[in-house]
């Protein structure tokens, strides 16, 4: 993919997200790419590894805290300087630790923005009451036969 096709770049922490991102609507077409960044113990979904889709993987080596944090602001900084400022990049990531950075790369005239993905909610498992009294008659009436 050209460089000057590309309009936006995806920082994905892969490690704080999950797979709670719209992976499908962001790594599709020549305009967009991802750069999804994994720790070591982590595994990636393999419907994100299919060949329309323009993932670049980066696994961090070690673990360790916030390791995969400064692996996206070094790629931040380095993309950065090898794209246009028409580029824009977004840091999927619900770490607020990244806004500081996001706010110095703005004062450099980049487009950029940190996103967090939609929370998912849990899915309510109805729950039946049983109620005692008729649990009782049904013993009752087992134990009269």
Known sequence: MSDDQEKVVHFVDFENVHKHIPIDEIARGNHQRVLLFVGNQQTIPNDWLIVDYNITVIRVGKTSKDNVDFHISAYLGMVHV??????????????????DLIEHFKTRKRRIERKEPPKIKKKDT????????????????????
């Open 82 to 99: 090898g794209r246009d400022n028409s580029v824009k990049f977004i840091v999927w990531s619900r770490d607020k630790g990244f806004d």
């Open 126 to 145: 109805p729950q039946v009451k049983v109620d005692s009294s008729s649990e009782q008659k049904d013993k009752n009436k087992t134990e009269e036969n």
